[in-house]
């Protein structure tokens, strides 16, 4: 009972932040808010197209830990750890983009008015389009949160779980089993480093044999890149994960899978689940029903646990609580 108490929590979190979200947020104090940020977006895509998957990255870990709040985006100090330094963050990137933009925004008689929140959610949904994806209306207005602690980071899912272990962790976010399906398609445009598989290449599950649920060709391929036990390397090398159409957003992620060519294991898994199986047959037959799909899941997932109305603050640095108030005394 206590479970389906917090779930219905959220879940009523997320009706409530979406009455007060609302598209055009800013058009009478920021007239220019989205076309600023889109062009900040635009000139990094420009000369670096992997700026796409790096702000889709960025964009979840942030939701998935005290909702999207741009909690991600503050530094550690010498006496407080943030959840930029727990360890699914290390490899996160893109700050120094939404750094460019508020810089835009602030400079654009625009101070202290946009979140660094509906930065990271409009920047992300423009470098989608950007790469060929869907382009849709992002309700706006969030408000940037308070806390960032280390500590918090443990709702994000692991690259070898199974189907229903990495549902465990959308439901409770009030996501459903194709919102998950559907937001791990983003990895058509991602990369991940090898040892987030490696054990999918020489002894998966202590067999001492390959995944066999692996194409044996993509494995021996990716033995050369990343190394074997008698051939080890000294760094950490990068994949992409959709080895065939790997800056394009698109479907092909999906028939990826079904021809055995998931490069994570959870990616894998989704081409094999029983419940999952009719999803991705789908979206591999129907590149416009994924994209459509994938909006409005994108659109679900930014509002989950959002600040608004008078929470939080308008951050004036992304990367930094703005200076906290002293509080006025008030005499007898």
């Known amino acids: 009972m206590e479970k389906i108490a917090v779930i219905v929590t959220l879940c009523c979190l997320v009706s409530i932040a979406s009455a007060q979200l609302k598209v055009g947020f800013y058009s009478s104090t920021c007239p220019r808010a989205e076309s600023i940020i889109r062009g900040v977006v635009q000139q990094r895509f420009n000369r670096d197209r992997s700026i796409t998957a790096a702000l889709l990255r960025m964009h979840f870990h942030d939701c998935f830990v005290r909702g999207c709040d741009a909690s991600i985006l503050i530094d550690s100090t010498k006496s407080k750890s943030s959840e930029k330094d727990a360890g699914p963050n290390l490899t996160v990137r893109g700050y120094d983009l939404i750094d460019a933009a508020k810089k835009a925004l602030e400079a654009a008689n625009c101070s202290s008015t946009v979140s660094c929140a509906d930065i990271i959610t409009l920047a992300t949904r423009d470098a989608v389009a950007l790469a060929g994806g869907p382009k849709y209306n992002v309700p706006t207005g969030r408000r940037d949160g308070l806390v960032s602690d280390v500590n918090d980071v443990i709702d994000l899912p692991g690259p070898s779980i199974s189907v229903q272990d990495a549902f465990a ?8 089993l194709n919102d998950m399906v559907t937001l791990l398609g983003a990895h058509t445009v991602g990369v991940t480093h090898c040892a987030f598989f490696q054990d999918r290449l020489l002894d998966f599950q202590g067999t001492g044999k390959p995944d066999p649920t692996m194409d044996p060709g993509l494995a021996a391929r990716l033995r050369k890149i990343c190394g ?11 994949v992409f994960l959709d080895q ?3 800056f394009a957003f698109d479907n092909q992620f999906y028939n990826q899978t079904i021809f055995k060519r998931g490069i994570l294991q959870i990616d894998q898994e989704l081409a094999l689940d029983r419940s999952t199986v009719p999803i991705v047959s789908g979206f591999a037959k129907n590149k416009v029903a994924f994209q459509q799909n994938f909006a409005n899941a994108m659109m679900k997932m930014s509002k989950i646990q959002v600040l608004v109305g008078n929470a939080g603050e308008i951050r004036k640095n992304c990367r930094v609580f703005n200076p906290r108030k002293p509080k006025v005394r008030r005499g007898l």
């Open 244 to 246: 065939g159409t790997s």
């Open 169 to 176: 962790f959308f439901k409770p976010k009030g996501l459903t």
């Open 228 to 238: 074997t036990a008698s051939r080890p390397l000294n760094n950490d090398p990068t």
